[in-house]
């Protein structure tokens, strides 16, 4: 197997994984530790070494709020051995880890790069779901990548601005990212990977970043062949307009200059000392004080307008992309609690077309109860169709998925927000939930759906017996639907309510289909 190999920067050792045809290789430097006068810019070339690094670690997260415990996530996910990298969190935290089961690196096996989420606050590549052993053992080469999060990598200010000449001043997270993506593109082949096939994968705030990545002209000609975005949101929908999406370059450089202000500094220069535990405290107090959220914003270069614009004229990668979202996570599109409340928020969403709307759904003349299963519709499955229905207009291949199936545990918790993980890197049995064989049969499914994707754009293929999946069918204008993973996989071709369909149409035609 492929134990030793090359980068640009040095040779690296890795380590046997749990599965000895598979070789993990830890900790691998990316760019230069984001630190000192590094702090707030975009990532600079690693240093080179000497001699054959030990690739056997992780290495540092990046920094950010360290969990209470108490949580439904901290049960979930921080109470595994990835929460003794709690000590070694760092503001130098620009390594990813590649697994790769090539014996040589002349195979040109298949690239996926995953981006973590966690609402760019939190989160890192070394949480115990991304294990990647399993896509690898499916002869992919599959790469986590550590990014800047809240006030390290999304912070803008007026002098980091003037400092850059008002280019490459904001994102740093997203910057992280594509760094990452382009020392897989330089670096791959190295590690049996091939450079000319790399596909994207990001789940929440991961999956967001995915968009920007495949949005960004930055990223034009650099090998990203396809993109998956999980729970990551698609084309939003209100008034049919674009406003109320992420801040201007001046609107986040003003939560900046308030943030310097907060911190008592007069100027960059000595936010720059002060040390990374004290601001990344001072930034959860400043966050959490609603002062300012630190996330993305329309900086000009990376994001050089909203993306929700971008994504409605097809400003991105022609490429194919699997968008979908779990059954249980977040807000439906209308409040539904009262009449009241329905009302109201159905003509703050749809304005003249609200009367229709109504029609569809029976109010008010009918049950509210019924008016309520008329108008249900999770806002995160409203943005992935959406994206999907775009794509589809453009003639460009995408998929589109549900997930809700039945999540076994004392707390009954239903499909719930980033449940899907365990399934996709089918990763089960570290997780403290009973699974069942229903569903370590439905992940390795879909563990084998989305490394096809990966391999050639097309997710069908056959389960590990030899016997053809269930296909999973292009969503396109003729036949827009996706495939359900419930208590097994399978197409969902059940009619919508007409309400649902006229609300899509809607907002298809306010946004793209002038």
């Not at 003003?254 to 007069?266: C, D």
């Amino acid at each position: 197997m492929l134990r030793i190999t090359k980068t640009e920067n040095g040779m690296v050792r890795g380590l046997p994984a749990a599965d000895t045809w598979i070789t993990a290789f830890k900790g691998i430097p990316f760019a230069a530790p984001p630190v000192g006068k590094n702090r707030w810019r975009v990532p600079q070339p690693a240093e080179n070494w000497e001699g054959i690094r030990d690739c056997f670690r992780f290495g540092p997260i990046p920094m950010q709020d360290v969990p209470s415990g108490n949580g439904f996530y901290d049960k979930e996910w921080h109470n595994d051995p990835a929460r003794d990298c709690m000590a070694e969190m760092s503001e130098d935290c620009l390594y990813l880890n590649v697994w790769t089961p090539a014996k040589s690196a002349e195979e040109r096996l298949p690239v996926m790069v995953w981006i973590f989420g966690g609402g760019l606050n939190w989160g890192h590549p070394q949480e115990m779901e991304f294990d990647g052993e399993r896509i690898a053992r499916r002869d992919v080469v599959i790469v986590s990548v550590g990014y800047r999060l809240n006030a390290f990598g999304f912070m803008a200010h007026p002098e980091i601005t003037a400092e850059n000449g008002g280019v490459n001043c904001a994102n740093f997270g997203l910057y992280d990212q594509k760094a990452g993506i382009d020392w897989v593109r330089r670096n791959i082949q190295n590690f049996g990977g091939d450079p000319d096939n790399i596909t994207i994968f990001g789940q929440s705030a991961g999956g967001r970043s995915t968009l920007c990545q495949i949005l960004t002209p930055l990223n034009e000609n650099n090998g990203i062949t396809h993109a998956i975005t999980q729970s990551g949101g698609g084309l939003s929908f209100h008034s049919g307009n674009f406003s109320g999406g992420y801040p201007t370059l001046a609107e986040a450089e003003e939560g900046g200059v308030k943030f310097l202000e907060y911190l008592g500094v007069k100027n960059i220069e000595e936010a720059r000392q002060i040390d990374a535990e004290t601001l990344r405290d001072k930034a959860s107090a400043f966050r959490n004080a609603g002062i300012h959220r630190w996330g993305l914003c329309v900086d000009g270069t990376f994001l050089p307008d909203q993306p929700n614009k971008m994504l409605a004229e097809n400003r991105r990668l022609q490429i194919p992309v699997m968008v979908g979202n779990t059954d249980d996570e977040f807000r439906d599109v209308f409040n539904t609690e009262n009449p009241e409340a329905f009302e109201a928020s159905v003509k703050t969403v749809l304005g003249e077309d609200a009367d229709e709307f109504f029609r569809l759904c029976g109010y008010p003349e009918a049950d509210f109860a019924e008016v309520q299963k008329a108008a249900k519709l999770n806002g995160s499955c409203f943005g992935a169709r959406l994206l999907s229905m775009r794509g589809a207009d453009a003639g460009l291949p995408m998929y589109f998925y549900s997930f809700g199936p039945e999540i076994p545990g004392e707390d009954h918790p239903g499909a719930f927000h980033s449940s899907e993980l365990w399934f996709t890197f089918e990763t089960l049995a570290k997780c403290w939930r009973p699974f069942v064989g229903k569903h370590y049969d439905l992940a390795r499914q879909m563990c084998n759906y989305w490394t096809n994707f990966a391999k050639t754009g097309n997710p069908n293929g056959l389960d590990a017996d030899g016997t053809p999946m269930p296909e999973w069918t292009p969503f396109t204008k003729d036949a827009p639907e996706g495939i359900t993973f419930r208590e097994s996989s399978a197409m969902d071709t059940a009619a919508r309510h007409p309400a649902i369909d006229f609300l899509y149409e809607t907002a298809a035609k306010r946004l793209w289909r002038k």
